[in-house]
Structure formats: structure tokens, C-alpha cells
């Protein structure tokens, strides 16, 4: 972690929250109870904060400063709202023809693989990334590396509730594809040359039941081998260049 890019003390997070810092993560010592630390708490789930709870030895590796007990991460880019990203993007397609294209990953926990499908997403032409605030990777020094800098080039919007933005999109005319081995049909038996926006689950988990319920086309990727899934960055590639594919 870039020691430019994180904050340490409870105190100077908070207030930094407070001020409207664009706080990525922010990571507390797992056995601390304090009135302070309790004060953090509040302030971080009232702003929708992403947090997990780390021992102590990983803080004292992000820093070597009295953290007391935790470290805050800054995203080294700027979030995009939901609103604004999808009126830019639907009204550049208007003037030059472009089919609107996003991806929305539903709580992908590593920074890695989000660098690497953000990378994969700007060679492939995507118009915006859709997280989620809590539980998603954090954008941070791995992310900007393994994108190969693609991440100062794709907006990205955190959301509250990845529901809530399934159903903007589709309100907005947008036809939202699930990659999900949960279903019959095949990624190459639907259309997507049309404004789409294909959402990816978790490393571990895949879409949220929820989340299935309400899209429009569910979709997977044919195996043939004896392991039963691909590293979801694979699979979002492949996902990404059938639509490539089928605009061209």
C-alpha cells in the first residue's frame, strides 16, 4: 500500500470521513474495543464504509506509525454516481452509434482480479464499472498495477445496493445479463449487441440468488475439462469479447 494513499489513527479517520474523503477501505484491528473505535464504527456504517477486521500484525506491516488499532486506504481515482454515469453514456451513444456496455461485479473481493478485468474491460471498450460500497475489492496500489493503469481510464461507480442499480439500468433501457453456471443457456446463444450490462459474482460465492432473481438473461460459459470453473477474470474476458464478437 502507497504510503501516500492511507490514513492511520482513529481520530484522523473519522475526520476524514467526515470530510468527505474519498476513503477506499479501512482496515481495524481485529481484538480493539474502545469509546473511539466505537465512534469510528458508527460514523463508517452510517457513510456505507468498506471495512474488515485484520489482526494487529497487518497493520503494523501497512505502517509503521501508531495506527491504534486502525489504517484507512484513499482511492487513488475518483467514483462516479450511478446517475451520471448512465445519462453520459447513453447520450454519447446517441451521437456516435456505440452500444452502451458495462459490467457490474457483484461483491469480487480481490484486488487482483479486479485489476486485471478492469484492464480487460477498457481493452474491450466497457463504459463504466458497477460495485458495490461494502465488500468489494479495494482500488488500490495491486488494482492500479495489475490494470496496467486501465483504472485511471474506465469509470467507476460504488453503489449502495447492487439491486438498485440492476434496476436503473434496466429502467434506463439497459438488458442485464448474469454470468452464472446456474442456468441452461449458453453465452453464445444470447444477444448482446444491444445495450447490455453483464454482471460478474465473487470469487468464492458467484452472483447472489437475489441478484439472479431479478436480471434479465442468465448465461455461462461451456467446460469441458474436470474443473468446474474458471478464475473469474478468465471468465469475464470471454464474456467481454463474445460482445465484442457480436458488435463487430
Do not use: W
Amino acid at each position: 500500500m502507497e504510503k501516500e494513499n492511507q490514513i492511520f489513527g482513529i481520530r484522523s479517520i473519522i475526520e476524514a470521513i467526515n470530510a468527505g474523503a474519498a476513503i477506499d477501505k479501512v482496515f481495524i484491528q481485529s481484538d480493539t474495543q474502545s469509546d473511539l473505535m466505537q465512534e469510528l464504527m458508527k460514523v463508517m456504517k452510517k457513510n456505507s464504509i468498506n471495512f474488515s477486521y485484520v489482526p494487529v500484525e497487518k497493520l503494523n506491516r501497512l505502517t509503521p506509525n501508531n495506527h491504534q488499532g486502525a489504517v484507512a486506504t484513499i482511492a487513488p481515482i475518483s467514483f462516479v454516481k450511478l446517475e451520471t454515469l448512465i445519462d453520459t453514456v447513453l447520450s454519447r451513444s446517441v451521437g456516435s452509434g456505440k452500444m452502451p456496455l458495462f459490467l457490474i461485479l457483484d461483491q469480487l473481493s480481490d484486488a487482483r482480479n479486479f485489476g486485471a478485468i478492469i484492464r480487460t474491460a477498457e481493452c474491450t471498450g466497457v463504459d463504466g464499472i458497477i460495485v458495490q460500497k461494502t465488500g468489494a475489492a479495494p482500488v488500490n496500489g495491486d488494482t492500479v498495477k495489475t490494470s496496467a493503469g486501465a483504472v485511471f481510464n474506465v469509470p467507476i461507480c460504488k453503489v449502495d445496493h447492487i439491486k438498485d442499480a440492476i434496476f436503473y439500468l434496466q429502467g434506463s433501457g439497459i438488458k442485464t445479463v448474469a454470468a452464472t453456471e446456474k442456468t441452461d443457456q449458453n453465452i453464445y446463444d444470447i444477444s448482446l449487441n444491444e445495450p447490455v450490462a453483464i454482471i460478474m459474482g465473487s470469487e468464492d460465492r458467484g452472483i447472489n440468488p437475489s441478484v439472479l432473481k431479478i436480471v434479465d438473461e442468465k448465461a455461462k460459459l461451456p467446460m469441458f475439462g474436470s474443473i468446474g470453473s474458471l478464475n473469474v477474470s478468465v471468465a469475464c474476458g470471454a464474456f467481454l469479447y463474445e460482445t465484442v464478437r457480436q458488435r463487430q
